[in-house]
């Protein structure tokens, strides 16, 4: 496979896991309006031209119990709806204009979760401000089978969220919502960190799932793909 593909391959990958990873502001049902990350990666040895590939902004808009995080990559607008009153998901993976639309019930989320390690949690007195909102850190060890990963997060309690990252295999014992959180892969870090909070009316269509997706599953993308997902 072509570096460009490779590359191109490696960031739908990150994508697709983030399904599990992303943590929204919805659970509070007074807040709407959109969220705004940037993305960054420290310590990469990439080059810039390869660096000009990777995502660089992840938008959430909440509407009540919904979210829709968003993020462009060269293959197209990577999607996740998450009804936090259900909790359930959808995926939206668009790859070179071929789009599908992958659904997780609450069983299948809760069944996907006792796979991963479960991780340590601790939550230390240091707190900062982003994106005008008090946070507190955390640090999250996972151990799995020996190889041991911390990940430090930011997470503020001010939005009066329950279990915000319920579907989220690192940060799910934090009750609160992440403002600055890191995901961690064998070639790079990734950084998201809050940087606007905006307040404002969201159409209720933003959480359909579009006409021009394929509904399928985990395992038959996978097949399609060839397994290389």
Not at 2 to 8: P, W
Not at 54 to 82: L, W
Not at 88 to 108: H, R
């Amino acid at each position: 496979m072509k570096q460009r593909e490779y590359l191109q391959m490696t960031i739908v990958t990150i994508v697709i896991m983030m399904v599990m990873v992303v943590s929204a502001y919805a659970g509070q049902k007074s807040f709407e309006g959109v969220i705004t990350y940037k993305i960054t990666y420290p310590d990469n040895k990439f080059s810039e031209s390869q660096m000009a590939m990777f995502p660089k902004v992840m938008i959430i808009t909440i509407k009540g119990d919904q979210a829709r995080s968003e993020i462009q990559t060269p293959m197209g607008p990577q999607i996740e709806i998450t009804n936090y009153a259900e909790k359930s998901k959808v995926g939206l993976i668009n790859m070179m204009g071929q789009k599908y639309a992958i659904p997780e019930t609450s069983d299948q989320i809760m069944e996907d979760l006792k796979e991963e390690p479960t991780p340590v949690v601790e939550i230390t007195g240091e707190t900062r401000t982003i994106a005008g909102y008090t946070c507190k850190k955390a640090i999250v060890t996972v151990n799995d089978n020996g190889s041991v990963t911390k990940y430090d997060g930011w997470f503020t309690e001010d939005f009066g969220a329950e279990n915000p990252n319920f579907d989220n295999p690192i940060y799910k014992d934090i009750n609160g919502v992440m403002m600055e959180f890191s995901m961690v892969t064998p070639q790079f870090t990734m950084v998201f960190s809050a940087i606007s909070v905006e307040k404002k009316k969201v159409s209720s269509k933003e959480f359909d799932i579009p006409a021009d997706y394929t509904v399928t599953t985990k395992e038959e993308l996978q097949s399609k793909m060839g397994g290389g997902m």
